[in-house]
């Protein structure tokens, strides 16, 4: 068997400075090793053009290598200096916002011609939804306590007390957030150093990634802009339980917040796992209540700590009124008619629908029992008539229900980022339905997808991008599919 050939320009684990000079879809930035060999790119997910970083070779093949980012040595000359200390969770906070929307824009219309096969594109692109808050967007955050932190001027982890997020690239480290980051409720955050100094003295641990021991593991915020209320939900281990007064850290907190505390919960996690939720835990309300209500285009809510809801409410007001706009264009195929909502999460959109439509029968269908649970209980909070949810999935119900087969004229679609698997896109398609709207977190596995319908007779009639995460490289795309000669 021959020698495999050893790449001559980076190896596995390898640490290289490289300058990034191009972005690709996702985030990535592409840089590029020039030697004697030829010229090699270097994908580092995160970064901009422009900026020299220090990367770590993860995956490598004959022609590309696929890097982790561990530091930005030099910023790009377009980014400009904000107020906010600088997270993982928003690398591109320092680009200005136009210039954050012309790389997501370009980037996911490229990837549509190059996985969808979609080549006029460009055509059918009805628009950019900005957010309507591009700081201070978030609903929730998730902070984590570690026993390992971070030094920055020495550039090496430190044994301390940290609340905050994982360090970039260090999965056993992390950083204290001290102030506000610009993505949540910037009182919390200017308060959680306050929150962390409390733990601290109570002389009990915070959790210690690669011993997979201590008591202190998340602290977890949501927050209704409609109430500016706050939910909380502190999660430690069983071990010392006893040693820490709940019933303190709720007044405390209390003090911190006043009557914006809606309710403090908590939860016990032993499990080793890096999540919030245990799989064998509990969770308890300490405090006020374990649910907060959020308003969505005239629609309330009731969120619990558990609920799936969109993370940037103000701007999902605007995704949704594009998904609904989308379905109600021809709105003769939506009165007196069924629609089927598929993957419908909290049942949303079928709401929206429902309320704007007559005589319309909407029925959605999500595997997450507790957010069918959530959607039977926001519907009838709401009084809106019309709606049935069932808790399965898609595709096996899609299976049980062949009745539905050339009886549905409007299907909405918003899958998880892994987009429809395949065999589900074809019992999809074989409802027959005169139009889609997909939406989706994820544009490259939709424009697989988008690939598929257009093969089976469906065509792009428009799409919009919607700028959900400003200051990430997330975007999220809504496309309006029409069947040609539906028979």
């Known amino acids: 068997m021959p020698r495999r050939e050893r790449n001559k320009f980076v190896k596995r684990g390898e640490i290289i400075d490289i300058l990034i000079e191009d972005y690709a879809f996702g985030g990535k930035g592409i840089g590029r090793i020039r030697n004697e060999y030829g010229e090699f790119v270097v994908f580092v997910p995160n970064t901009l053009p422009g900026q020299l970083v220090k990367a770590q070779v993860k995956k490598s093949s004959k022609t590309y290598a696929e890097c982790k980012l561990l530091d930005v040595l030099k910023p790009s000359d377009d980014e400009i200096e904000m107020p906010y200390q600088d997270i993982p969770g928003a690398p591109y906070i320092k680009l200005p916002i136009k210039i954050q929307h012309n790389y997501k824009k370009e980037s996911t219309i490229e990837l549509f011609k190059r996985i969808g096969k979609v080549l006029d594109i460009e055509t059918k692109f009805d628009g950019f939804v900005t957010s309507p808050n591009t700081f201070h967007y978030r609903n929730?955050?998730?902070?984590?306590?570690?026993?390992?932190?971070?030094?920055?001027?020495?550039?090496?982890?430190?044994?301390?007390?940290?609340?905050?997020?994982?360090?970039?690239?260090?999965?056993?480290?992390?950083?204290?957030?001290?102030?506000?980051?610009?993505l949540f409720d910037a009182e919390v955050e200017n308060n959680l150093k306050k929150i962390r100094t409390y733990c601290e003295n109570s002389n009990l641990a915070p959790w210690h990634a690669p011993k997979k021991q201590g008591f202190f593991r998340y602290f977890v915020v949501r927050k209704s802009y409609k109430t500016n209320q706050l939910l909380f939900n502190l999660v430690t281990t069983s071990y010392d339980l006893p040693k820490f007064d709940l019933d303190k850290f709720v007044s405390f907190?209390?003090?911190?917040?006043?009557?914006?505390?809606?309710?403090?919960?908590?939860?016990?996690?032993?499990?080793?796992?890096?999540r919030t939720i245990a799989t064998t835990g509990s969770i308890n309300l300490v405090y006020g209540e374990d649910k907060i209500v959020e308003a969505l285009l005239g629609l309330d809510f009731e969120i619990s700590m558990k609920s799936f809801f969109q993370t940037n409410p103000k701007c999902a007001e605007k995704l949704y009124g594009k998904v609904v706009e989308y379905a109600l264009e021809n709105k003769e195929a939506i009165d007196n008619s069924v629609v089927l909502d598929l993957f419908c999460g909290t049942g949303t959109i079928?709401?929206?629908?429902?309320?704007?439509?007559?005589?319309?029968?909407?029925?959605?269908?999500?595997?997450?029992?507790?957010?069918?649970?959530?959607?039977?209980?926001?519907?009838?909070?709401?009084?809106?008539?019309?709606?049935?949810?069932?808790t399965a999935d898609v595709g096996k119900f899609l299976n049980e229900h062949s009745e539905y087969?050339?009886?549905?004229?409007?299907?909405?679609?918003?899958?998880?980022r892994a987009g429809i698997a395949p065999k589900t896109l074809k019992k999809i398609i074989n409802l027959n339905a005169e139009r889609l709207v997909y939406v989706s977190c994820n544009p490259a596995t939709q424009a697989r997808d988008a690939e598929q319908l257009m093969l089976a007779g469906y065509q792009i009639k428009k799409f919009s991008l919607v700028d959900q995460f400003p200051h990430t490289a997330h975007i999220e795309t809504v496309v309006l599919f029409e069947k040609e000669n539906n028979s």
């Open 253 to 274: 907190l209390v003090k911190l917040f006043g009557n914006r505390v809606a309710g403090v919960l908590h939860t016990i996690n032993d499990d080793i796992g890096d």
């Open 140 to 182: 929730k955050m998730e902070y984590g306590f570690s026993a390992i932190g971070y030094d920055r001027e020495q550039k090496k982890d430190v044994d301390e007390f940290t609340l905050g997020f994982k360090r970039r690239g260090l999965w056993w480290c992390g950083e204290n957030l001290n102030k506000d980051s610009g």
């Open 350 to 390: 079928g709401q929206i629908i429902a309320s704007r439509a007559d005589n319309t029968k909407i029925i959605g269908v999500d595997i997450v029992a507790s957010a069918i649970k959530d959607a039977k209980e926001n519907a009838k909070r709401n009084n809106i008539q019309g709606l049935e949810f069932y």
């Open 405 to 416: 087969v050339n009886k549905i004229r409007t299907l909405i679609l918003d899958p998880a």
